[in-house]
C-alpha cells in the first residue's frame, strides 16, 4: 500500500506552494480589503490568508463563476456561427475547509446528474483541490451540526492539517498522490502515524470550542410533515429579500441565462447568479409568481437546505460554514431557525 | 500712501514746474514718492507708433522695476501714465505675448502692481483731504478743464467718461475754484503735429482756446505736458484765428492745488510759463 | 418601551409593534415584529440597534390595523422621507421616538465580544459603550465601536416622534462632516478611479444596498427590467459600476444618510462614502438640509432654483 | 486601442429640439464646418436626458458625451433646463468623484440663433477628447466574437 | 418582425454632393429589420413622396426611415405621406444628413458618409421602436387675446373680430394708438396718421366682439394652445369710466402739471390726464405717482368739479381671469436710450438735440407747439435742421447691430415736412446708406433730395453747442474731408428697440427672445408670424423694427393664423405625450413636482395583490395638458412613466446605434 500520509515543514509549505505557484495558477483566500476574505489566484504563499475562519465568499466563484460565458455567436458571413470558450487550464485551489470541500460534493450531484454541465464539470476535473484542517472554528461555525468534520476533507485530493511547527499531509486521492511526486524535496514520508494521531486530538480539541450547534435531528423530518407554518410568516416579514444569504452560501446553485447583443449580428448567451430570494426569481412569462410573497421564497430557501437537497442527493444542503449568518444585515441565523424547528417539532 | 514715482522725460525737462508742483502737493497730502531708480523711456515718443512690441516692452521694463520696489506706480504726465496703464492691461489679456515681452526686457514683470493718473492718486485721500489743505481758496478763477486725449482714451485705462469727464473738476471746486461747463474739454491739442506741421495744430488749438473763451473761463487747468505745450505757448500763434481773445493763462492742475496750498508761485514754477501768469496771482490774492 | 408596546397593542391602537428583538449573536439585533401584548418582552433596545425598521411598514402599507415602529433619529429621517414618498400614511404609523447616543459598529464589535456571550444590560457614556454579560462588564472605546455615522449624526432625536421614550438629545455641530469625502475628492483623478473601480469589482449584486434603503421603494426596479434593459444582468466593472451610479443618481436628493447600505454590503464597499458625496454637493449647491429633516422640504432634485448655481453657459 | 493619429473620438450629443439642435441646424444653415464626431440624439427637452442613457453611452464606448440645451428662462418647457441643470451639476461632480475626466460629459446651454457657439463646442471638446485620448472607464467589448474564430472550442 | 423602409435624399447636391448617398443606402440596407434601401433625388418633392408610398404598398413596410433635411423642416410633410400610404404617420424617423451632417462636413466627404451612416443607424435603430400613436384632441377656446393695443395690435384684433371671434385687447397705457398716433405724416404716402389711426381705434373700441382692456397689463399666463388662461390686471384708473362722460372739466381744474409721456417729454399733462384729445377710451386716468390727493392726501379738486362724481379715489386693481385660445404678441417697439451711450451728443444735455419721435410731436397739429417746428430751448424756429441717422443703429460698439429699417425713410420725410413748413431753412441729413426698399420709397427720397435737403454721407463725431447755436461735426466721406454745420436744431435717428418689459412678459407668455429681446419667430423664412410655442402669435415691431405697411400685413397674418386655429371645434394635439405603467408606478409623484404643465395627477386603482383587493395610488397623466417635455421621465425612477415618440427605449436603442 504506497504510503500516504507525509510531513511538511513551514518552510517546506512555503516552498512548495512558490513551486507550486509557478507551474500552476494557484487559488488561494486572500484578504482583498479589510474583513473580505475570497479565492484569488496568487503568486506566492505571502499573500495567502492561512487563518482558519471560513473565507467571506466561498470558492465556488471557481466552479460557477458569478458570470460566465457559454457561447458567443456571429452571422458574419451567411449564417450562424457557435464558439465555446476554452475550458479551463489545471489549476490548485490552496486553502478550502472541509466545509467547502463537502460543499463542493454537494455541488457535484446538482451539475453532474441526468444533465451534466460541462462548464461546472470541467472545472471540477481541472483543479486540484488541497483542503486546510481547520484549527479554530469560525464565530458561526456550525458543521458538526450538520454532520461536517472539521478536520478530514473527504472530496479534497490533498489535505494539510497543521501539527506543532509542521504539517501533517495526506494523500487522499491518486492525483493527491501524483502532486507529491512532482515536487520530491518537500515532503518526509510520515511512517510513525503523527499525521493520522494529530488529526485525531485536533478533532478532539475542536469538538468543545463551537459556540452554538444546533440540533438538526428530527428538523427533517418535521418539515417533511409540516409544509404551511405560520413560522415562516414570521421570518419573512424580517427578511428584505436581498442576494446576500444565496450569494454567500457554498452550496447555491441557482443561476439566471441571457443573452448579449449589441447589433443583432454577433452576440453571446452567459449565465449567472441568480437568487430564490429575488422577487421576480419565479416570474413566468404571463406574469403569474408561484412564489409572490417573501413567506414563500424564505420558506423554500431553507426548505432547499435543510429538506430537498437531501430528498434528492442524500446530501446535507447546508454545510454549517456560517457565511449566511455572517452577512445577513437582519440576522436571520439558520442555527436559530434550526432550533425554532427543533421546538415546534418537540411540541407540536 | 507710499507710491513708485515715474517723472517721465518731460517732467525733467520742459515740464520741471509740473514736477515741482506734483511733488509738493503730493507731499502735503502725505503722498511719499520713491522715484524708480534707473527708469527708463516709457515708449510715449514715437515708440508707439512704430512697434507695439517696443512699446510695450519700453513699458513693461519701467513696471517691472516698481513691482521690484513692491510700490503702485504714479505717472503724472498723460502719456506716461496711457503707455504704462495700457501695457498693464494689455499684457494681462494675453499671455503669450506677455511672456514673449518678459523674455524681452529681462526682467520678469508679474502685474501685482497697479498704475495710477495723476487725478486718481490727487482722488484717492477724498476731496475732504483736498479742502483741509486748502488755506488759499482759488476764488475768482473761473477754469475750463482740459483733459486732452491720453487720459481718457483708450475706454480700458480712461480715468473718467470720454466725453463729459468731471474728476479734473471735483478736485478744482475742493481747491476753492468756479470751474466752467464747456465743449471741447476732450477735443485733441494737436500734440506733436504742432512741431511737424504748425497748419493744422494750430486751428486745432484755437478752436480750444475759443471754446474755454466762449465758457467764460479765464485760466485753463491740464494735466498732460505736450497739452501744456501746445495751449501755452502756441497760444501767441493761435491768437490770429480768435476774435475775441483775451489770454488765456495754462496751468497744470497740480500747480492751482499748490496755490490754493498756500505754496509760493516759485516753488511752483508759474513764471516758466509763456502766458504770463501774474493776473492768475492777482486774482487769487 | 416594553411598557409603551405592552399599551399600545393592549388598546388595540396598534396592530403590530416593529422594534428590536436580541440577536443570535451579542452585538446583533433583528427586527422583531410584535402582535401580541405577550411578546413585547422580546423587545429590547442598547446600543446595537442599528437597523432602519421604516422600510418595514411599507409592507403593512393596505393592512387595516395602525403600526407601531421604533426610530431612532437617522431613522425619524427615513421616515420623513417615506410619508414624503407618499409609501406611508402618517395617520396609520405611531411613531415612537428614542433619542439616540450613537451606535456600536456590530463589524467592529466583532473582534472584541467573544461569541456566544449573551448581554444582560448597556449602558453609554461619553467616553465607552459598557456592556454587562455573565463573564463580567466589557468596555468598548467610543472613538473605535462607534459606527461612522453617529460621528457626525445631526439629528440624535427623532424628527418626527408621537411619544419620545428619553428626553431630547441637542445635537453637537459636527465640524468637516465629510471630512472623508474631501480627502476623496483631494485625491488625483487615476487613484480615484482605481479605488472606486476596486470596490466595485467586488460588487455581488446581491442588491442588499437596495433592499435595505429606505428610498429604494419602487415595486419593479430598474435593475431588474429586461425591456428596456437598463443595466445588463452580467456582473462586471461596467455594469456594476453603472448600477452604482445610477442607484446615486436615483437616491440623489432623497438618501437621509442612514448608513444602512454600507452596513449590508457583504464585500465592504463604502457606499456611504458614495452617496455623502451626492448629499454634500447637493448640500452646498442648492443650500438644502439633509434629506427627510423636515417634512415640508422636498427632495431638491424635484425642484429648481432660477438663481440656482451655472457652469453650463 | 493604439492611440494614432487616426483615432477619431466618438461623442455622443443629446440637443433639445427646440434650441440646441436649431443651433446645429443654423451651423449647418450657415456651413459652418465642424469635426463631424459629434452623433446627436434629438430629444424634446435637456431636461429628458436621463443620467442612465449617458451612462449607456460610455458603456457602449463613446468617450465623451455633449448634452445641450436652452438657455435657462429660454426652456420652450418653461423648467425643463432648470431642473436638468440641478441634475447635471450633481452628475457631473458624481463621475468625476469616481474617477472620469471631467471634459467627456460636457453641458452647454446654446440657443437656436447660436450656431456658431454649437460649431465651437463641437469643435472644442473634439480637441480636449483627442487631448485625453479613448475613454477606459466602464468601457464594454462587444459581445460575441467577430465571426473568425478567435480561438478553438 | 419590423419591416423598414430606408429613404435616402440627394437634396440636389446638398447632401449628394458631399455624402455618398447610394452607399450609405447599401449600408442601410445591412441594419436589422431594413427590407428596402434606396435613394432619390428630392425626396420631399412629389415624385419623392409618391416613391415612398409605393414602397410602403410594394413592400408591406410597418416603418419609414427618411434619410435629408432637419426634422424641424419636413417632418410633417413625410408623416402626411406615410398616412396618405395608409400608414400610421409616427412609424417615421428622420435622420438629418443635411444640416448636421452634410452641410457641416463639406471639407471631409469621407467622414461625412461615414457619419450619415452613423445616423441612419441611428434613425433606424428607433424606428424599429416606434409605436404607432393617435392624435389626440382638445379643444379650442374661440376667444383670442392680443396683447399691445398699437396699430399692429389693433389691426390683429379687429382681423379675428370681423372673422366672429371673441377678442380681447390688453393695453398697458391709458389709450390704444401705441407709436403710430404720436406721428404727424405717414411715408410714402404722407397721409395724416392720425387720419388712418384714429378711425380704426373707434373701429376697435366699438367692435361688439373686442372687450378692451386699457391701462391694464398680463400678469399671468397658464394653460396651453387652446386653452390658455390668461390673468390680467387693470389697473387701477381711480376714475369710474361708467359715470364719466369725458367732458374734460377734471384735467383743466387740475392744479399738478407734469411732462407727458406721449409728448415725449416736450409738453405737459395734469395729473389726471387723457394722453392726447383723440385718445380711446377718450376717458381720464389718474397718475397716482404725481397726483396730490395720493402724494399727500390733499387737493381732491378733480372730485369737487366732476359734474357725475366719476373720481373714485379707493379704487383698486382688479385682477380678470380669461380663457383664450390663442394670443397674439403686439407690443410694439420703443426708441434706444441713446442719452446713457451717446456722449459725442451731448448726453442729452442740450435741449435741441431731440428725437425722431420728439420731432414727430413738434410738427404734429396736435403736439405741444401745434406743429409749428420750434426749438425746445428758445422756441424760435430753426433756420438749419441737422438730421443724423443711425444713432444706435448698426453699432456693434456701442447700440445694437441690426439696422432699424424704418429710419431712412422717416427721415427723409422729416427733412421734407421741415423744407415745406420752414421755407428758406436750410436741412443736412448725416447718413451712411440710404435704404428705401419700399413701394414708392425711392420715389419719395428723391423728392426729398429734390425739396433741397442736403445729403452728407459721414458720420456725425461731435455735437456741441457754441453760442445758442450748435455744431454738428462730421465728416463727408465723399468729398472726403470734415465738414462743421452750424445747427439750430438736431434730430437723432435713433434705433428701435423691443418695447420695455419685452424679455419678462416673453418668458411669462413662455415665448423665447433672440439675444436683442425681439420676439423669436418659429421659422424666419417659413413661419414668420408664429412663435415657436403653439397658439402664440407675433405681430409688429415685437419681433423686428418694421414700418407701418409690414406691420399690418403681419398682424393681418398673425390673425389669419388664428382664425385656421378657431375654424375647428377642437385640434389634434401632438400625440408624444407622457404615459404611465400603472403596474410600474409606485405612487411616489415625483413626475407631478416637475410637470410644468400641471398635467400629471394621482388617481386610486385596485388590483389583488397575492389574494387581496387592494386600494392603490398611481400617477396619470392628462393627454390634453401634456406638452411631451419628459422631465417626468427622468424623475421617474422605475422608468413607470414614458414619454411616446421619444420613450426610454427608443433613446436607448439611438445611443446603442450611435456608439457601435
Known sequence: MSVRDFLLTREGLHSWLSRLARDYPLIAPVEEEKGVITFKQVGGPQEIVFDCAPSTLPPKEWFLPSTEELFAFSTAGGGITLQEPPGPKERVLFGLHPCDVRALLALDPVFGGTYPDPYYLGRRKATIIVALSCTKPGPYCFCPAVGGDPVVAAGADLLLTESGSSFAVKAMTSRGEEIIQRYPGHFAPDEEGRGERARQELAGQLAGMFAFLPDLRGVKEFLDGHFELPYWEEVASRCLGCGICTYTCPTCHCFDIFDQSWDGARGLRARCWDSCMFSQFTRMAGGHNPRPTQKERVRNRFLHKLKYHQDRYGLGGCVGCGRCVAKCPVNIDIRRIIGDLKELASHG | MRLAYYPGCSLETSAREYNHSVQLVGRLMGVEFHEIPDWSCCGASAGHTTSRLLALALAARNLALAEEMGLDVVAPCAACYQRLALARHELAANPSLWERVNGITGRPFNGTIRVKSIVEMLLSAGTEKIKSLVVRPLRGLKVAAYYGCLLVRPRAIQIDDAENPQVMEKILRAAGAEVVDWTHKTECCGASLAVSNEEVAIPIISRILKAALAAGANCIACACPLCHFNLDIRQAKAKRFLANYRPLPVLYLTQLLGLAMGQGERELGLEAHFVETRSILKMVG | ?313 | ?153 | MKRIGVFVCWCGTNIGGVVDVPQVAKAASSFPGVVLATDYKYMCSEPGQELIVQAIREHRLTRVVVAACTPRLHENTFRKTLERAGLNPYLLEIANIREQCAWAHQKQPGRATEKAISLVRRAVAKASRLEPLFASTIPVTRKALVIGGGIAGMQAALDIADAGHQVILVEREPTIGGKMAMLDKTFPTLDCSACICTPKMVAVAQHPSITLYTYAEVEKVEGYVGNFEVTIRQKARSVDHTKCTGCGTCWEKCPTRVPSEFEQGLGTRKAIYVSFPQAVPNKPVIDRRHCRYFAAGKCRVCEKVCPTGAIDYQQGDQLIKEKVGAIVMATGYDLFEWEKVYGEYGYGRYPNVITSLQFERLINASGPTGGKILRPSDGKEPQSVVFVKCVGSRDPAKGKEYCSRICCMYTAKHAHQVLEKLPGARVYVFYMDVRTAGKAYEEFYLRTLQDGAHYIRGRVSKIYPEGDRLIVRGVDTLLGRQVEVGADLVVLATAVVPSRGAAELARLVGISCDQNDFYTEAHPKLRPVEANTAGIFLAGACQGPKDIPDTVAQASAAAAKVCALFSREEMAAEPTVAQVNQFLCYGCLECQKVCPYRAIEPVTVSENAAGKKIERTVASVNSGLCQGCGACTVACKPGAINLKGFSNEQVLAEVDALCL
Not at chain 3, 29 to 56: G, H, M
Not at chain 3, 193 to 222: K, M
Not at chain 3, 292 to 308: H, I, N, Q, V
Not at chain 4, 95 to 121: D, H, M, N, P
Open chain 4, 1 to 153: 486601442m493604439s492611440l494614432d493619429s487616426q483615432w477619431e473620438p466618438k461623442i455622443v450629443g443629446f440637443c433639445c429640439n427646440w434650441c440646441s439642435y436649431a443651433g446645429a441646424d443654423l451651423a449647418g444653415l450657415n456651413r459652418l464646418s465642424y469635426s463631424p464626431t459629434v452623433r446627436i440624439v434629438r430629444v424634446p427637452c435637456s431636461g429628458r436626458v436621463n443620467p442612465a442613457f449617458i451612462i449607456r453611452a460610455f458603456q457602449r464606448g463613446a468617450d465623451a458625451v455633449l448634452v445641450s440645451g436652452c438657455h435657462p428662462g429660454d426652456c420652450h418647457y418653461v423648467s425643463g433646463n432648470y431642473h436638468a441643470r440641478r441634475r447635471f451639476l450633481v452628475f457631473k461632480r458624481l463621475l468625476e468623484y469616481v474617477g472620469f475626466e471631467g471634459e467627456r460629459l460636457q453641458v452647454r446651454w446654446i440657443s437656436g440663433s447660436e450656431g456658431a457657439k454649437f460649431a465651437q463646442t463641437v469643435d472644442e471638446l473634439d480637441r480636449k477628447i483627442k487631448a485625453l485620448g479613448p475613454n477606459k472607464k466602464m468601457r464594454q467589448e462587444p459581445p460575441g466574437f467577430s465571426g473568425v474564430k478567435d480561438h478553438e472550442g
Open chain 3, 1 to 313: 418601551m416594553r411598557e409603551t408596546a405592552r399599551q399600545l397593542l393592549r388598546e388595540r391602537e396598534v396592530g403590530l409593534v416593529i422594534g428590536y428583538a436580541a440577536g443570535s449573536e451579542a452585538y446583533w439585533v433583528t427586527p422583531a415584529f410584535i402582535k401580541e401584548e405577550a411578546q413585547a418582552d422580546r423587545l429590547v433596545w442598547n446600543p446595537f440597534c442599528v437597523n432602519s425598521l421604516a422600510k418595514y411598514l411599507i409592507n403593512y402599507h393596505h393592512e387595516p390595523y395602525k403600526v407601531a415602529v421604533v426610530v431612532k433619529g437617522c431613522d425619524s429621517r427615513a421616515l420623513v422621507r417615506l410619508l414624503q414618498d407618499n409609501q406611508v400614511q402618517r395617520e396609520k404609523v405611531v411613531v415612537i421616538g428614542i433619542p439616540c447616543l450613537g451606535v456600536v459598529d456590530a463589524k467592529a464589535a466583532a473582534l472584541k465580544i467573544a461569541p456566544g456571550t449573551r448581554i444582560l444590560g448597556a449602558s453609554v457614556t461619553d467616553g465607552e459603550f459598557l456592556l454587562q454579560t455573565e463573564s463580567g462588564t466589557l468596555s468598548l472605546p467610543r472613538g473605535e465601536a462607534l459606527c461612522a455615522k453617529c460621528r457626525y449624526c445631526e439629528n440624535p432625536t427623532p424628527v418626527l416622534a408621537d411619544t419620545l421614550l428619553a428626553e431630547e438629545v441637542a445635537a453637537e455641530p459636527a465640524a468637516n462632516i465629510y471630512a472623508e469625502v474631501r480627502e476623496v475628492e483631494s485625491w488625483p483623478r487615476e487613484k480615484r478611479s482605481a479605488f472606486w473601480d476596486g470596490h466595485f469589482q467586488r460588487c455581488l449584486r446581491c442588491y442588499a444596498c437596495r433592499n435595505i434603503c429606505p428610498a429604494c421603494t419602487c415595486r419593479e426596479c430598474v435593475f431588474d427590467q429586461t425591456d428596456p434593459c437598463w443595466v445588463a444582468k452580467a456582473h462586471n466593472l461596467s455594469e456594476n459600476t453603472a448600477f452604482h451610479l445610477i442607484r446615486a443618481m436615483h437616491v440623489a436628493g432623497r438618501c437621509v444618510d442612514c448608513g444602512e447600505c454600507e452596513r449590508a454590503c457583504p464585500v465592504n464597499i463604502p457606499l456611504r462614502l458614495l452617496n455623502q458625496k451626492v448629499i454634500k454637493d447637493i448640500k452646498e449647491l442648492f443650500g438644502v438640509s439633509t434629506p427627510g429633516s423636515r417634512l415640508d422640504e422636498m427632495p431638491a432634485l424635484g425642484m429648481f432654483a432660477t438663481e440656482d448655481p451655472d457652469e453650463f453657459n
